[in-house]
């Protein structure tokens, strides 16, 4: 064990059992799984994706590119979990990845003998040629890489979300969220403060400083439980903010139960927050990163303030024996944790001398020091020496090297402000040439950065930016500040850096022990010069071509160095360089929280059901979806096949009667004085002179001419009118008419209302329909002569009014019986009954296809498909010629009147049982010569057992010209079935039988 | 996700409303005195400005109003909402 006899914030009264790869860890409750794995001394967690390198635990937060592990089994397992954030509960199941078939024991680590035949783009190069063999080498490639397993079973748990407003975001609960939390509470504003940790308190948690008086930690607790005292104050701890999105959107993923074991988990998993906030502070913090050095991947490398995490949060002695490699002074803190926590320690400062309180209290320690050196390798995996070189100027080596024994070698490059939110929401970041660091500028929302997210690197500033942003934050919200001190602090010492990424290691700096950039997907400093040398300058594509910062920790640790590296590559400076750009989500999101409730479920999209659905279910219906309707598609008895279904329904339909739910229709009132003049200008033809209950077919166009959709409006009065639309069609043209009404025509006085879900439609269909309806109906006349074609009657079923419209899709004497939705199966079991004797049959919308392609009725969508107009369809008829219309005067435009548009027409094949392929090419040779000129393609395709033979219907260039000629519609296999092109009507082609 | 000022209801976030492209294309009063390229500019031609955008919203899951916005395609400030008939604001880009 290296647990210290005391300290540290983890409860020693609670131990807590799990298993790590199978065997059982303890550690204590306000552990991490990686603390408590370096408590119990495991070092190697883990193996590189590429090179299957060992590796061990990095940092101590969310910039962790190493320590990623699946976390439980089945369906609860997550993987890719940062084992530095994650908390441990009795019973968790930890498992590494990344590693076959364990980590100690790695069959893949070969990859590592022959990194130099592995290097940036490698996978882009070799695998390219042959194309075909790609699928092969890919299966290879992610066996061998892949981070982490996807969950294979149904995820258990459920999810949340939710929504909320507040004057004041503040993110991050270190000490500056704290106060600017704390100042903007006072003033009374509605403040969020929401921190990704199990705890509040950023790095006041590692730090052993003293504010306000007291020990960090207790500060915090007090700060917190003021804040809790707040009415108006919302904490959310384990809430990462994972994007910035605009006009200060922004979300936030909260971790309800991950902390705890799978039995004690009550709720939610996790509930995401959308949040609307009138003003954000970031107080995001930084991330330390790392020099880079020959092997520094080895476990027992790690970075200097993740040191003092761990010794001073969770009362871990890190090692035996240490060097601390820095080119700043705030590093020196770690050396002073690791004395006091009994560590020997030497320090290797790349600068020539230093002298602040804080080295100076080092250096009256007794801690050796060796200014002007650098660590320039690590032995040892795990580490156990590191090999250290003396400068004799930047960049410059002396002869000769030192060999220090050691298990841990800490690193400290600088700091890196958390600018990922900030950048996010469009703000830019400068170059600071004091700092060595991006930090924000140009700031585009309702924002500011504040504390170490802003550069300021020591406690004291922290305090004081973080109390100003609040106050500030809380004033632009429209509160008032209060007067608040900030509080005193020992923790004052200024951040002072001279600039070094990596230890100069020759003039060629590919060559020796690599020096790793982005530990998780194995780019070193080779690779970075590689990619230069290959002509890759710009930071975007030198990330892309080396996989730099593409990992599950997005480069938090190493981007910035990279783009160190590559600038020293290029011979610019970094600031010329630039940034990657940062994308939400800041940490990994999991699926579950992004679909919330939806998830699984029918709430991902609502499931439309006509009133009638029940009885289609009871009758053996089989359902398509058409959107977000589920329409009957054929009802096989017994074990029929769908063609001997149709081909049934089809002929009692033809033959006696059939029946159809045509409720999903769009319905559509239109009402207003102006109604009819409306009508005409959005439809084709002519209104103005259709009778009160008279129905018309109408054709819609778009404004460029082409058919947008069709159906039959009925006038039910001089004022008001009953469109029907496809069933796809009902919203978006409810939106075109309203957009005419309200945009160019407001002059007119028209009203619309949705209607398709008010009423259920009934269609009877066949010879048969009238014997049925009128059994049913009552207040009609159905007299031939009396209730003609194309018109609409009032009556009642049971006293229930029903409208009867006497129009037909199939070409059959045909009435639709519409109904308040509310007793539409009433009236559909009532039709239903009085069928009985005539063997009605009901039909689906299979067999409504192949019945109206029998009468080469089109359905737009189908037969069409945006570049098609109505003279391409053969129905000028249906074309006004004496008034204007929406895309009347594109149809004289000379791309529509060319002669070969392809044109609606027949199709009969030769082998009368061959449905020829919807969507197959038309050509005009049975040829396999290439390329071969396409003339079109087959629209809709059935067998119909009616005409007794297959059918089709096909968009052929200048096919009203080509009656009687064989065309050949290519198949996938290279088949040519012939085919003659006829008038696409194959059924009664005089109309007789919808008149009878 | 914008946060939407629809000039009847008031804001309203993004989801409940669709873009329907640039405002102030005035359908021609006369198409038939148009020759087929002015009238192909009208179908089709629209602006793709880097700066101040007036477009026309339709508050689909509100109030049904189609309304003008004028909004900025770089940094998405939405600099004013106005009905249908109203006067575009001035544009200083």
Request: hydrophobic share 40%.
């Given at each position: 064990?290296?647990?210290?006899?005391?300290?540290?914030?983890?409860?020693?009264?609670?131990?807590?059992?799990?298993?790590?790869?199978?065997?059982?860890?303890?550690?204590?409750?306000?552990?991490?799984?990686?603390?408590?794995?370096?408590?119990?001394d495991?070092?190697?967690?883990?193996?590189?994706?590429?090179?299957?390198?060992?590796?061990?635990?990095?940092?101590?937060?969310?910039?962790?590119?190493?320590a990623?592990?699946?976390?439980?089994?089945?369906?609860?397992?997550?993987?890719?979990?940062?084992?530095?954030?994650?908390?441990?509960?009795?019973?968790?199941?930890?498992?590494?990845?990344?590693?076959?078939?364990?980590?100690?024991?790695?069959?893949?680590s070969?990859?590592?003998?022959?990194?130099?035949?592995?290097?940036?783009?490698?996978?882009?190069k070799?695998?390219?040629?042959?194309?075909?063999?790609?699928?092969?080498y890919?299966?290879?490639?992610?066996?061998?890489?892949?981070?982490g397993?996807?969950?294979?079973?149904?995820?258990?748990?459920?999810?949340?979300?939710?929504?909320?407003?507040?004057?004041?975001?503040?993110?991050?609960?270190?000490?500056?969220?704290?106060?600017?939390?704390?100042?903007?509470?006072?003033?009374?504003?509605?403040?969020?403060?929401?921190?990704?940790?199990?705890?509040?308190?950023?790095?006041?948690?590692?730090?052993?400083?003293?504010?306000?008086?007291?020990p960090?930690?207790?500060?915090?607790?007090?700060?917190?439980?003021?804040?809790?005292?707040?009415?108006?104050?919302?904490?959310?701890?384990?809430?990462?903010?994972?994007?910035?999105?605009?006009?200060?959107?922004?979300?936030?993923?909260?971790?309800?139960?991950?902390?705890?074991?799978?039995?004690?988990?009550?709720?939610?998993?996790?509930?995401?927050?959308?949040?609307?906030?009138?003003?954000?502070?970031?107080?995001?913090?930084?991330?330390?990163?790392?020099?880079?050095?020959?092997?520094?991947?080895?476990?027992?490398?790690?970075?200097?303030?993740?040191?003092?995490?761990?010794?001073?949060?969770?009362?871990?002695?890190?090692?035996?024996?240490?060097?601390?490699?820095?080119?700043?002074?705030?590093?020196?803190?770690?050396a002073?944790?690791?004395?006091?926590?009994?560590?020997?320690?030497?320090?290797?400062?790349?600068?020539?001398?230093?002298?602040?309180?804080?080295?100076?209290?080092?250096?009256?320690?007794?801690?050796?020091?060796?200014?002007?050196?650098?660590?320039?390798?690590?032995?040892?995996?795990?580490?156990?020496?590191?090999?250290?070189?003396?400068?004799?100027?930047?960049?410059?080596?002396?002869?000769?090297?030192?060999?220090?024994?050691?298990?841990?070698?800490?690193?400290?490059?600088?700091?890196?402000?958390?600018?990922?939110?900030?950048?996010?929401?469009?703000?830019?970041?400068?170059?600071?040439?004091?700092?060595?660091?991006?930090?924000?500028?140009?700031?585009?929302?309702?924002?500011?950065?504040?504390?170490?997210?802003?550069?300021?690197?020591?406690?004291?500033?922290?305090?004081?930016?973080?109390?100003?942003?609040?106050?500030?934050?809380?004033?632009?919200?429209?509160?008032?500040?209060?007067?608040?001190?900030?509080?005193?602090?020992?923790?004052?010492?200024?951040?002072?850096?001279?600039e070094?990424?990596?230890?100069?290691?020759?003039?060629k700096?590919?060559?020796?022990?690599?020096?790793?950039?982005?530990?998780?997907?194995?780019?070193?400093?080779?690779?970075?010069?590689?990619?230069?040398?290959?002509?890759?300058?710009s930071?975007?594509?030198?990330?892309?071509?080396?996989?730099?910062?593409?990992?599950?920790?997005?480069?938090?640790?190493?981007?910035?160095?990279?783009?160190a590296v590559?600038?020293?590559?290029?011979?610019?400076?970094?600031?010329?360089?630039?940034?990657?750009?940062?994308?939400?989500?800041?940490?990994?999101?999991?699926?579950?929280?992004?679909?919330?409730?939806?998830?699984?479920?029918?709430?991902?999209?609502?499931?439309?059901?006509?009133?009638?659905?029940?009885?289609?279910?009871?009758?053996?219906?089989?359902?398509?979806?058409?959107?977000?309707?589920?329409?009957?598609?054929?009802?096989?008895?017994?074990?029929?096949s769908?063609?001997?279904?149709?081909?049934?329904?089809?002929?009692?339909?033809?033959?006696?009667?059939?029946?159809?739910?045509?409720?999903?229709?769009?319905?559509?009132?239109?009402?207003?004085?102006?109604?009819?003049?409306?009508?005409?200008r959005?439809?084709?033809?002519?209104?103005?002179?259709l009778?009160?209950?008279?129905?018309?077919y109408?054709?819609?166009?778009?404004?460029?001419?082409?058919?947008?959709?069709?159906?039959?409006t009925?006038?039910?009065?001089?004022n008001?009118?009953?469109?029907?639309?496809?069933?796809?069609?009902?919203?978006?043209?409810?939106?075109?008419?309203?957009?005419?009404?309200?945009?160019?025509?407001?002059?007119?006085?028209?009203?619309?209302?949705?209607?398709?879900?008010?009423?259920a439609?009934?269609?009877?269909?066949?010879?048969?329909?009238?014997?049925?309806?009128?059994?049913?109906?009552?207040?009609?006349d159905?007299?031939k002569?009396?209730?003609?074609?194309?018109?609409?009657?009032?009556?009642?079923?049971?006293?229930?009014?029903?409208?009867?419209?006497?129009?037909?899709?199939?070409?059959?004497?045909?009435?639709?019986?519409?109904?308040?939705?509310?007793?539409?199966?009433?009236?559909w079991?009532?039709?239903?009954?009085?069928?009985?004797?005539?063997?009605?049959?009901?039909?689906?919308?299979?067999?409504?296809?192949?019945?109206?392609?029998?009468?080469?009725?089109?359905?737009?969508?189908?037969?069409?498909?945006?570049?098609?107009?109505?003279?391409?369809?053969?129905?000028?008829?249906?074309?006004?010629?004496?008034?204007?219309?929406?895309?009347?005067?594109?149809?004289?435009?000379?791309?529509?009147?060319?002669?070969?548009?392809?044109?609606?027409?027949?199709?009969?094949?030769?082998?009368?049982?061959?449905?020829?392929?919807?969507?197959?090419?038309?050509?005009?040779?049975?040829?396999?010569?290439?390329?071969?000129?396409?003339?079109?393609?087959?629209?809709?395709?059935?067998?119909?057992?009616?005409?007794?033979?297959?059918?089709?219907?096909?968009?052929?260039?200048?096919?009203?010209?080509?009656?009687?000629?064989?065309?050949?519609?290519?198949?996938?296999?290279?088949?040519?079935?012939?085919?003659?092109?006829?008038?696409?009507?194959?059924?009664?082609?005089?109309?007789?039988?919808?008149h009878? | 996700?914008?946060?939407?000022?629809?000039?009847?209801?008031?804001?309203?976030?993004?989801?409940?409303?669709?873009?329907?492209?640039?405002?102030?294309?005035?359908?021609?009063?006369?198409?038939?005195?148009?020759?087929?390229?002015?009238?192909?500019?009208?179908?089709?031609?629209?602006?793709?400005?880097?700066?101040?955008?007036?477009?026309?919203?339709?508050?689909?899951?509100?109030?049904?109003?189609?309304?003008?916005?004028?909004?900025?395609?770089?940094?998405?400030?939405?600099?004013?909402?106005?009905?249908?008939?109203?006067?575009?604001?001035?544009?200083?880009?």
């Open positions: 064990m290296r647990r210290l006899a005391d300290g540290g914030l983890i409860d020693r009264n609670q131990p807590v059992e799990f298993t790590f790869d199978g065997k059982t860890v303890t550690g204590y409750k306000g552990d991490t799984i990686a603390s408590a794995l370096l408590a119990n495991i070092k190697l967690i883990g193996r590189s994706w590429k090179y299957h390198r060992p590796r061990g635990i990095i940092g101590d937060g969310a910039e962790e590119p190493n990623l592990f699946q976390v439980e089994e089945g369906a609860y397992t997550t993987p890719n979990v940062r084992g530095t954030q994650a908390e441990i509960y009795p019973g968790m199941v930890v498992n590494s990845t990344n590693a076959w078939p364990s980590v100690k024991f790695d069959l893949l070969v990859f590592g003998l022959f990194a130099r035949f592995l290097p940036a783009g490698f996978y882009y070799t695998f390219m040629w042959p194309q075909k063999f790609w699928m092969f890919e299966h290879m490639i992610r066996k061998a890489s892949g981070l397993e996807s969950p294979r079973e149904n995820d258990p748990e459920h999810y949340e979300k939710t929504n909320a407003h507040c004057d004041v975001l503040v993110v991050g609960a270190g000490a500056t969220g704290l106060m600017a939390a704390l100042a903007a509470g006072r003033a009374g504003a509605r403040v969020i403060l929401a921190d990704e940790q199990g705890a509040f308190g950023g790095r006041l948690l590692s730090e052993a400083g003293i504010v306000d008086g007291q960090a930690a207790s500060w915090v607790e007090q700060m917190v439980s003021e804040l809790q005292n707040m009415p108006e104050v919302r904490l959310l701890k384990r809430s990462t903010v994972f994007g910035y999105h605009d006009q200060n959107y922004l979300t936030i993923a909260e971790r309800i139960n991950d902390h705890q074991s799978i039995a004690e988990r009550q709720g939610p998993r996790e509930k995401v927050w959308r949040v609307r906030a009138k003003q954000v502070v970031l107080a995001t913090g930084a991330h330390e990163r790392p020099i880079l050095f020959g092997h520094n991947d080895r476990p027992g490398v790690m970075l200097a303030s993740a040191v003092s995490t761990y010794i001073n949060r969770y009362g871990i002695k890190p090692a035996n024996r240490a060097v601390l490699y820095t080119n700043n002074n705030a590093a020196y803190q770690a002073l944790d690791l004395d006091a926590a009994g560590v020997a320690v030497t320090i290797v400062d790349c600068r020539s001398d230093a002298d602040s309180a804080l080295v100076n209290s080092v250096k009256q320690r007794k801690i050796q020091i060796l200014f002007n050196h650098v660590v320039a390798e690590a032995k040892g995996a795990p580490v156990s020496a590191a090999v250290v070189k003396q400068l004799v100027k930047p960049g410059v080596l002396a002869a000769g090297e030192k060999i220090i024994n050691c298990d841990l070698i800490a690193s400290s490059g600088g700091w890196n402000p958390a600018i990922h939110l900030l950048a996010q929401s469009g703000g830019k970041v400068r170059w600071d040439d004091a700092q060595h660091c991006f930090v924000p500028d140009l700031i585009v929302q309702q924002q500011r950065s504040a504390g170490a997210a802003n550069g300021s690197f020591t406690l004291a500033a922290c305090l004081a930016d973080g109390l100003q942003a609040g106050a500030a934050a809380a004033t632009a919200a429209g509160h008032t500040a209060v007067d608040l001190t900030v509080p005193a602090t020992d923790q004052t010492e200024s951040f002072v850096i001279s070094l990424w990596r230890s100069p290691n020759g003039p700096p590919w060559r020796g022990a690599k020096q790793f950039i982005d530990p998780q997907n194995d780019v070193s400093v080779a690779d970075i010069f590689l990619a230069a040398r290959e002509g890759f300058h930071v975007e594509h030198v990330k892309r071509y080396t996989a730099m910062g593409f990992g599950t920790d997005q480069g938090k640790v190493g981007n910035i160095a990279g783009m590559l600038a020293e590559a290029l011979g610019q400076p970094i600031a010329s360089v630039g940034t990657t750009t940062f994308r939400p989500n800041y940490t990994p999101v999991t699926f579950g929280a992004i679909a919330g409730p939806e998830i699984g479920g029918t709430l991902f999209d609502p499931v439309r059901k006509t009133a009638m659905h029940g009885w289609h279910e009871e009758h053996g219906a089989l359902f398509e979806n058409v959107g977000q309707w589920h329409r009957p598609w054929y009802y096989p008895q017994g074990d029929e769908m063609d001997e279904a149709v081909n049934r329904e089809c002929l009692a339909t033809r033959n006696s009667v059939g029946m159809m739910d045509a409720s999903t229709l769009g319905k559509i009132e239109i009402v207003g004085p102006d109604a009819a003049e409306f009508l005409n959005i439809y084709t033809n002519a209104w103005t002179k009778g009160i209950d008279c129905a018309r109408g054709f819609m166009l778009g404004e460029d001419g082409m058919v947008m959709d069709d159906g039959v009925i006038r039910l009065d001089e008001r009118f009953f469109m029907h639309t496809t069933t796809g069609g009902a919203a978006p043209v409810l939106n075109w008419m309203e957009r005419w009404l309200q945009t160019e025509w407001p002059e007119l006085e028209v009203y619309m209302t949705s209607v398709t879900d008010h009423w439609t009934t269609a009877v269909v066949g010879p048969n329909s009238r014997k049925v309806v009128s059994a049913v109906v009552e207040g009609i159905f007299d002569d009396a209730f003609p074609f194309m018109t609409s009657r009032k009556g009642t079923i049971e006293g229930v009014p029903v409208r009867v419209n006497r129009i037909s899709f199939s070409g059959e004497l045909a009435y639709e019986v519409n109904v308040s939705a509310h007793s539409g199966r009433m009236v079991e009532r039709l239903y009954a009085a069928g009985e004797p005539y063997n009605i049959t009901p039909y689906g919308t299979e067999s409504m296809h192949v019945l109206r392609a029998e009468k080469g009725f089109v359905i737009v969508g189908q037969d069409t498909d945006g570049s098609v107009t109505p003279v391409d369809l053969g129905m000028n008829w249906i074309m006004s010629k004496t008034k204007d219309y929406l895309g009347r005067r594109s149809l004289e435009r000379v791309d529509c009147t060319r002669e070969g548009r392809k044109q609606l027409v027949g199709l009969l094949s030769s082998d009368p049982q061959v449905v020829l392929p919807e969507g197959g090419q038309i050509v005009n040779q049975a040829s396999d010569q290439i390329p071969l000129p396409m003339h079109g393609h087959v629209t809709s395709s059935y067998y119909s057992a009616c005409v007794g033979r297959s059918i089709a219907m096909a968009l052929v260039k200048d096919g009203f010209q080509r009656q009687g000629e064989t065309i050949y519609v290519a198949t996938a296999d290279g088949a040519m079935l012939p085919a003659e092109i006829t008038k696409p009507v194959f059924y009664d082609p005089e109309g007789e039988r919808q009878g | 996700m914008f946060l939407i000022p629809c000039p009847y209801c008031g804001e309203r976030d993004e989801s409940e409303f669709s873009c329907a492209g640039e405002a102030h294309i005035d359908r021609p009063l006369d198409p038939d005195a148009l020759t087929d390229e002015q009238w192909g500019d009208y179908l089709f031609h629209r602006k793709n400005p880097k700066g101040w955008h007036q477009e026309q919203w339709h508050h689909t899951a509100g109030c049904r109003r189609y309304f003008n916005m004028l909004r900025h395609t770089v940094s998405y400030e939405i600099k004013a909402v106005y009905k249908i008939g109203e006067p575009a604001p001035e544009i200083e880009q």
